[in-house]
């Protein structure tokens, strides 16, 4: 996910620096980088790269303390506002040493409540997360000049790629007291070098989200139930949690799984159970402890991890009636947690080859339905085998299909038990769905000349749709006890090849099961793997039928590929050491590869 977003900011900065003359120190006279007086703030957005579960702010330009100021306003008491400070500053980023800004606060029922946070900065190639922590204790020290300054010993700096976040963390009025949220305000933001120069900002630059919420390595995750205010924190080796609710303990079953959104700073992070029947219990742990138990599921940037029913059931006890009323996280170095929720788990879909259906852009009150008739092309992609995808948000988290023409009668399709017809689910997670042919056959009949001209969206709540395509069904798989492929990260151009030898650790991880996960991005959305070496020969693995050849394909989804041991054993044999030392990736139009994992599949 980091390694994505340096490419996606680094093109923001390379626009805005070929639509000015770049960032330049400013005149001696200058005082402040930003002031909002000239009434743009594009380059700030919120943020979810360092908490996946935060909710988003309302940004807007206020009159506040006597200027204009960047307002931050929302219901939630924890906030993170990204600035995009590489695109800002162009060239002159890596003479950043220094960010300082005012901001200030309101309580909305009159009485003064602190607050607190921090200041994020991501530095270096690996965008290295680094931070000062920031306060307002006092009434009179309101507003309140802040700032971060990049610490010399740690040998790194700002680069391409690189940007701050700042966070509201503690707010004591909202989390103390019972009032309402505070609003926040930022003002005369000011970037500096080594030397106290203000440097020039081109308040221009637009700000680039964060890569989709990063799901690698995890399932999808439905009909989600919320263990209300699970947050909480603790040092390495301390445990802390709640008393799970009758609504937690209902939604473990059979098929479900916990899902955690954390920090942590090892990565890691895991349950224990410690009223047990069974005994005090660690869950999601592997190796951790020495114990070389089951492991977790966790995403590729360490910020979600899954346990699955099953797990938590192989050392409690099949019946949730024995597992004690508290469940609590704990990890190998200090971690903090920011939620947790309960869903039915299933394998990802992806929609591989899709064809956008061009124009499905639109939205609707709760049970209502709006859509458009089905271009021939859509038509033509209805195959078995296929799956609609759709991108969406809804008051609720779900959404379905309606086929409101068809001869089989008006039709919902994935609507599962919205409806109380205990019908048939889409997979979705509040922002895609997919819903299959398989699915929408089973209610319309096999024959898509038969399920009418349109295709509508509905939601149990208001809801809007934002596209629509139609594509290959192919299932990525959650993966578990990852092996990272060290240095791997090389680009090539249009059917060129690049790679590495493999280490003894991906060797060993090479196993039945095992799975090789590739994070990159490529002009035509494909990659795959050669194996330059092999015994067998010269050999493309998950290439599908890029090449003509009708080969196996990986799954891939333009971010993430996934290839399985059996693919590779299936060209290359099924001993690993005749499949020479050299692991490489390809891809049919120019392609760049951040990291290669291989970790062990779910079943």
Same mark, same amino acid.
């Given at each position: 996910?980091?390694?994505?977003?340096?490419?996606?900011?680094?093109?923001?900065?390379?626009?805005?620096?070929? =639509?000015?003359?770049?960032?330049?120190?400013?005149?001696?006279?200058?005082?402040?980088?930003?002031?909002?007086?000239?009434?743009?703030?594009? $380059?700030?957005?919120?943020?979810?790269?360092?908490?996946?579960?935060?909710?988003?702010?309302?940004?807007?330009?206020?009159?506040?303390?006597?200027?204009? &100021?960047?307002?931050?306003?929302?219901?939630?008491? +924890?906030?993170?506002?990204?600035?995009?400070?590489?695109?800002?500053?162009?060239?002159?980023?890596?003479?950043?040493?220094? +960010?300082?800004?005012?901001?200030?606060?309101?309580?909305?029922?009159?009485? $003064?409540?602190?607050?607190?946070?921090?200041?994020?900065?991501?530095?270096?190639?690996?965008?290295?997360?680094?931070?000062?922590?920031?306060?307002?204790?006092?009434?009179?020290?309101?507003?309140?000049?802040?700032?971060?300054?990049?610490?010399?010993?740690?040998?790194?700096? $700002?680069? &391409?790629?690189?940007?701050?976040?700042?966070?509201?963390?503690?707010?004591?009025?909202?989390?103390?007291?019972?009032?309402?949220?505070?609003?926040?305000?930022?003002?005369?933001?000011?970037?500096?070098?080594?030397?106290?120069?203000?440097?020039?900002?081109?308040?221009?630059?637009?700000?680039?989200?964060?890569?989709?919420?990063?799901?690698?390595?995890?399932?999808?995750?439905?009909?989600?139930?919320?263990?209300?205010?699970?947050?909480?924190?603790?040092?390495?080796?301390?445990?802390?949690?709640?008393?799970?609710?009758?609504?937690?303990?209902?939604?473990?079953?059979?098929?479900?799984?916990?899902?955690?959104?954390?920090?942590?700073?090892?990565?890691?992070?895991?349950?224990?159970?410690?009223?047990?029947?069974?005994?005090?219990?660690?869950?999601?742990?592997?190796?951790?402890?020495?114990?070389?138990?089951?492991?977790?599921?966790?995403?590729?940037?360490?910020?979600?991890?899954?346990?699955? #029913?099953?797990?938590?059931?192989? +050392?409690?006890?099949?019946?949730?009636?024995?597992?004690?009323?508290?469940?609590?996280?704990?990890?190998?170095?200090?971690?903090?947690?920011?939620?947790?929720?309960?869903?039915?788990?299933?394998?990802?879909?992806?929609?591989?080859?899709?064809?956008?259906?061009?124009?499905?852009?639109?939205?609707?009150?709760?049970?209502?339905?709006?859509?458009?008739?089905?271009?021939?092309?859509?038509?033509?992609? =209805?195959?078995?085998?296929?799956?609609?995808?759709?991108? #969406?948000?809804?008051?609720?988290?779900?959404?379905?299909?309606?086929?409101?023409?068809?001869?089989?009668?008006?039709?919902?399709?994935?609507?599962?038990?919205?409806?109380?017809?205990?019908?048939?689910?889409?997979? #979705?997670?509040?922002?895609?769905?997919?819903?299959?042919?398989?699915?929408?056959?089973?209610?319309?009949?096999?024959?898509?000349?038969?399920?009418?001209?349109?295709?509508?969206?509905?939601?149990?709540?208001?809801?809007?749709?934002?596209?629509?395509?139609?594509?290959?069904?192919?299932?990525?798989? &959650?993966?578990?006890?990852?092996?990272?492929?060290?240095? $791997?990260?090389?680009?090539?151009?249009?059917?060129?090849?690049?790679?590495?030898?493999?280490?003894?650790?991906?060797?060993?991880?090479?196993?039945?099961?095992?799975?090789?996960?590739?994070?990159?991005?490529?002009?035509?959305?494909?990659?795959?793997?050669?194996?330059?070496?092999?015994?067998?020969?010269?050999?493309?693995?998950?290439?599908?039928?890029?090449?003509?050849?009708?080969?196996?394909?990986?799954?891939?989804?333009?971010?993430?590929?996934?290839?399985?041991?059996?693919?590779?054993?299936?060209?290359?044999?099924?001993?690993?050491?005749?499949?020479?030392?050299?692991?490489?990736?390809?891809?049919?139009?120019?392609?760049?590869? #951040?990291?290669?994992?291989?970790?062990?599949?779910?079943?």
């Amino acid at each position: 996910m980091k390694a994505r977003k340096i490419i996606a900011l680094s093109m923001t900065a390379a626009m805005v620096l070929g =639509l000015s003359s770049g960032a330049v120190y400013a005149e001696e006279s200058a005082t402040v980088s930003i002031d909002f007086e000239d009434g743009l703030y594009g $380059f700030v957005g919120n943020d979810k790269t360092i908490n996946s579960a935060a909710a988003d702010a309302a940004l807007s330009l206020v009159d506040y303390n006597g200027s204009t &100021a960047l307002e931050i306003a929302s219901d939630a008491s +924890v906030k993170y506002v990204a600035i995009q400070v590489d695109a800002l500053l162009g060239d002159a980023i890596s003479e950043l040493n220094s +960010v300082e800004m005012t901001i200030g606060m309101t309580n909305p029922g009159g009485t $003064f409540y602190s607050a607190a946070g921090c200041i994020y900065a991501f530095l270096g190639e690996d965008l290295s997360k680094d931070y000062s922590e920031w306060s307002i204790y006092l009434e009179s020290g309101n507003p309140k000049t802040i700032s971060y300054t990049v610490d010399p010993d740690d040998g790194l700096s $700002f680069v &391409a790629g690189s940007y701050i976040v700042l966070s509201v963390e503690d707010d004591t009025g909202k989390d103390y007291k019972g009032d309402d949220a505070a609003t926040f305000y930022i003002d005369d933001i000011t970037f500096y070098d080594a030397d106290g120069n203000v440097l020039a900002a081109d308040t221009t630059a637009e700000y680039v989200s964060a890569a989709d919420e990063d799901r690698s390595n995890l399932f999808a995750v439905s009909d989600a139930v919320e263990f209300e205010g699970f947050a909480t924190s603790g040092d390495g080796w301390s445990q802390d949690g709640f008393d799970m609710t009758e609504e937690i303990l209902a939604a473990l079953v059979p098929g479900s799984v916990v899902e955690i959104t954390y920090s942590s700073e090892n990565g890691d992070i895991w349950l224990v159970m410690p009223d047990a029947e069974a005994g005090w219990m660690r869950v999601g742990v592997g190796n951790y402890d020495g114990s070389g138990s089951d492991s977790a599921y966790y995403n590729g940037s360490a910020n979600i991890a899954q346990i699955t #029913y099953e797990q938590i059931a192989a +050392v409690c006890g099949d019946d949730v009636s024995t597992w004690g009323a508290r469940m609590q996280c704990e990890a190998s170095g200090a971690w903090e947690v920011y939620s947790i929720k309960v869903g039915s788990a299933s394998n990802q879909i992806v929609a591989q080859n899709a064809v956008e259906f061009e124009g499905f852009a639109t939205s609707g009150d709760g049970w209502s339905q709006a859509g458009y008739d089905m271009p021939q092309e859509i038509i033509d992609a =209805l195959v078995p085998g296929s799956v609609v995808e759709i991108t #969406y948000t809804s008051e609720n988290g779900e959404i379905w299909l309606v086929m409101p023409s068809a001869e089989a009668g008006w039709m919902r399709v994935g609507v599962g038990n919205w409806d109380g017809s205990g019908s048939d689910s889409g997979v #979705y997670d509040g922002t895609t769905c997919y819903i299959t042919y398989e699915q929408i056959a089973a209610v319309c009949g096999d024959d898509v000349s038969t399920w009418g001209a349109t295709m509508q969206c509905e939601a149990s709540g208001a809801w809007e749709v934002y596209s629509v395509k139609v594509g290959t069904a192919a299932e990525m798989k &959650a993966v578990k006890g990852l092996v990272n492929f060290e240095g $791997f990260a090389t680009s090539g151009d249009g059917w060129s090849q690049d790679g590495f030898d493999m280490t003894e650790d991906i060797l060993a991880a090479l196993v039945p099961g095992s799975v090789v996960t590739i994070t990159y991005s490529s002009e035509n959305g494909d990659i795959w793997i050669v194996m330059p070496d092999a015994e067998a020969g010269w050999m493309r693995v998950g290439v599908g039928n890029m090449d003509g050849s009708g080969s196996d394909s990986g799954v891939y989804d333009g971010t993430t590929c996934q290839i399985t041991y059996e693919q590779i054993a299936a060209v290359c044999g099924d001993d690993v050491s005749t499949w020479g030392a050299r692991m490489q990736c390809e891809s049919s139009g120019a392609w760049e590869v #951040y990291s290669v994992s291989v970790g062990t599949a779910a079943e």
